[in-house]
């Protein structure tokens, strides 16, 4: 079992930043490919973005590549997503995934899953 828990969501003006930390519980957190989801007001979840076990292969989606950028600390079980160049657009609520397989935490299919950091971006 893998536990997770996302801090670092918060209210920012348009064109500022934010860090958001996701924390792991377990000794096995190098072994887990993770990734981040948000899900905006009357919107399905979607993909943000996701890296590999070693930190390595980030991938992101399209709307965000350029201005969020993740990554991962294994020896405090940690990943992180810093998101710069905030828009209103990119109000939601962000969930951290962990799963065995980078294409899981790539495609909505990953095993675990936190319960989420709310993020709003004013006008």
């Known amino acids: 079992q893998v536990q997770l828990v996302e801090s670092g969501g918060g209210l920012v003006q348009a064109g500022g930043s934010l860090r958001l930390s996701c924390t792991a519980s377990?000794?096995?957190?190098?072994?887990?490919?993770m990734g981040w989801f948000r899900q905006a007001p009357g919107k399905e979840r979607e993909f943000v973005a996701a890296?590999?076990?070693?930190?390595?292969?980030?991938n992101y989606a399209q709307s965000v590549r350029g201005r969020f950028t993740i990554s991962r600390d294994n020896a405090k079980n940690t990943v992180y997503l810093q998101m710069n160049s905030l828009k209103p657009e990119d109000t939601a609520v962000y969930y951290c995934?962990?799963?065995?397989?980078?294409?899981?935490?790539?495609?909505?299919?990953?095993?675990?899953w936190g319960k989420g950091t709310l993020v709003t971006v004013s006008s």
């Open positions: 377990g000794r096995t957190f190098s072994r887990y490919a």
């Open positions: 890296i590999n076990w070693s930190g390595g292969n980030p």
């Open positions: 995934a962990a799963d065995r397989t980078t294409a899981a935490v790539t495609t909505d299919g990953a095993d675990y």
